[in-house]
């Protein structure tokens, strides 16, 4: 992994008007990652198996994951028929989400329930990193690296590996014989699903404030017709 180089007080961020968080990375010679293919993704999974073997005092510095979607509150919003907002997407997203609402509501209660049932027979929980695509990787000359830290938590294994596996479970399978971790089933559907309903939310939250029609906002739009349809069906 590539951590950030520590504060002046030994910590791995600063706080800029106590808003802001600054942190400095170290400059490392490389490119980009290389893609969906069948070697970064055996790459990647060396990569997250090391990262979840973390001993506890690497894993305890990170913060539990507590199971929520940020911004839900927009998508109860729109689901209710609230006011969508200013800017050129708001209604075009406020329809959008009243088309689907059905799906969304019982995507929504699917996620709930996932969520009890991981609280009920709690799983070992390990360091993760979070966003473990191609974009959060980089190749130096020897090695991959895992970059872009900031939304590591501790949780089950299954927040790394739910968009890994290529379909056949070899991956999977993979990983249950480098850690000894048997993967539920129930957990990988569970970030599964918390990842469109989050960007859902984040797309509305966003539409909900002044906005225009920035190349942002258009690949805004894009993201989140994307992700109602794979949320609501």
């Known amino acids: 992994m590539v951590a ?16 802001f968080a600054v942190a400095v990375y170290p400059f490392m010679a490389g490119f980009g990652g290389a893609g969906d293919t069948p070697a970064h993704r055996r790459a990647l999974l060396e990569l997250l198996v090391a990262v979840h073997t973390a001993p506890p005092q690497v894993r305890d ?8 979607i940020p911004f839900r509150d927009a998508v109860t919003a729109a689901l209710d028929g609230s006011d969508p907002g200013l800017g050129p997407y708001a209604r075009p997203a406020a329809e959008l989400i009243t088309a689907h609402a ?9 996620y709930d329930d996932l969520v009890s049932a991981a609280r009920a027979d709690l799983p070992g929980l390990v360091l993760t990193h979070g966003e473990p695509h191609p974009g959060n ?6 090695r991959w690296l895992l970059i872009d830290w900031d939304t ?3 949780a089950p294994a299954e927040r790394d590996l739910w968009d890994l596996d290529p379909g056949d479970g070899t991956l999977l399978a993979a990983y249950t014989a480098a850690t000894g971790t048997a993967l539920r089933p129930g957990l990988l559907d569970l970030y599964r699903l918390r990842w ?15 906005h ?3 190349a942002d906002d258009e690949e805004t739009g894009t993201n989140l017709k994307e992700s109602v349809t794979n949320a609501a069906g």
């Not at 059905?102 to 699917?110: E, F, I, M, S």
């Not at 469109?196 to 002044?210: G, Q, S, V």
């Open 196 to 210: 469109d309903l989050t960007e859902i939310a984040a797309c509305l939250a966003h539409f909900r404030e002044p």
């Open 212 to 214: 225009g029609t920035t």
């Open 61 to 68: 510095q990170a913060r539990p994951d507590d199971y929520a």
């Open 152 to 154: 590591a938590l501790v």
């Open 102 to 110: 059905p799906g969304l509501r019982r995507a929504l209660t699917r």
């Open 4 to 19: 950030p180089l520590p504060s002046r007080d030994g910590e791995p961020l600063s706080l800029l008007a106590g808003f």
């Open 137 to 142: 990787t980089m190749r130096t000359d020897d």
